[in-house]
């Protein structure tokens, strides 16, 4: 479904890249800048959000953003969509992605080039269900 395009990077961005590649799991730029600061590779928060919002543009990371706000950030390659819970914020991985094979013509591109994806649904996990009235 998406296409590549020959990216550019420069020494910060690759190792963004690379953090996010080692990463069990989805990381913050707060993450990030955390993990960098006590390195030889450490980089202001500010920074650390510029280069992840090229890598983005590039098609090399994704975001997704957690009802609290929150921004996560993952490289492409690592296909990952959730289920989020709306009022406790918890949030499960689905076992796969249920866009596979279902690809976009070009009258529904308009033009665009797909460079990434990303699916979220979102409603009330059991637990909340259970707690809320009625």
Known sequence: MEASRPATLNGKQQHLLEQLRLASSELSGQDLHAQLRSTPQSMGLATVYRHLRQLQQQGLVRC???????????????????????????????PACPMHGDDLSPQQLDGFQLLFHTLEFFGLCPLCQERQPG
């Open 64 to 94: 997704r953003h957690l009802p609290s706000g929150e921004a996560l950030f993952a490289p492409t390659e690592r296909d990952e969509h959730h289920l989020t819970c709306v009022d406790c914020g918890r949030t499960v991985p689905l």
